[in-house]
């Protein structure tokens, strides 16, 4: 059960765009479509923002994006606005009742 | 409101034991598979285990595999983790959450937290 691989630090403007990778391997990432893509503030709980590769919860703003491509998927958040400065995390079903984390990745609004 | 709240935590010597609780409401809570997610100080986030709505199957990391225990009792709305010869390494906030039906193991609810330190 190694983790996903996730850049440890991105950034980006208000307004712009930025996307954070999560590359695992054909037993996670690549072999299912169940990638969930988390927004941790400091100090509070993980929040669900895209699950399915792409699907969004309600309530989760259309800014907030996911796809896959072959064992990486990738976030993307645009128009970028100060408050979605935080960790995101990554995690994919790795088979065999397993589930992986990605190690996380801070998101800097400049 | 659906709310999960975690209690249990506490410091405990290295091959000590503990029991966390977590305390479902706003949900159908035996309609749902749990999981608990741990984040030692300052990294991410590593998943624990899991449980069926019924309790009939559990699944564990290997990081905890023989150590740990996962149960639920629904007449009571409650999520255990019963843990065992703790070492150092399993210092962390510990984490409850729901787990979606159909969503490879996604969370939409997550309570806040308990933290367990395992120092001497």
């Known amino acids: 059960q190694s983790a996903l691989t996730q850049p440890p630090s991105a950034s980006g403007s208000p307004g712009q765009s930025v996307t954070i990778s999560c590359t695992g391997t054909s037993s996670d990432v690549g072999g299912y479509n169940y990638v969930s893509w988390y927004q941790q503030h400091p100090g509070k709980a993980p929040k669900l923002m895209i699950y399915q590769v792409s699907k969004r919860p309600s309530g989760v703003p259309d800014r907030f994006s996911g796809s896959k491509s072959g064992n990486t998927a990738s976030l993307t958040v645009s128009g970028l606005q100060a408050e979605d400065e935080a960790d995101y995390f990554c995690s994919s079903y790795a088979g065999r009742n397993n589930l992986v984390f990605g190690g996380g990745t801070k998101l800097t609004v400049l | 409101e659906v709310q999960l709240l975690e209690s249990g935590g506490g410091l405990v010597q290295p091959g000590g034991s503990l029991r966390l609780s977590c305390t479902a409401s706003?949900?159908?809570?035996?309609?749902?598979?749990m999981t608990w997610v741990r984040q030692a100080p300052g990294k991410g986030l590593e998943w624990v285990s899991a449980i069926s709505g019924s309790g009939g199957n559990t699944y564990y990391a290997d990081s905890v595999k023989g150590r740990f225990t996962i149960s639920r009792d629904n007449s009571k709305n409650t999520l255990y983790l019963q843990m065992n010869s703790l070492r150092t390494e399993d210092t962390a906030i510990f984490y409850c959450a729901n787990v979606v039906t159909g969503t490879g193991w996604a969370s939409d609810y997550w309570g806040q937290g308990t933290l367990v330190t395992v120092s001497s």
């Open positions: 706003g949900f159908t809570f035996s309609s749902y598979a």
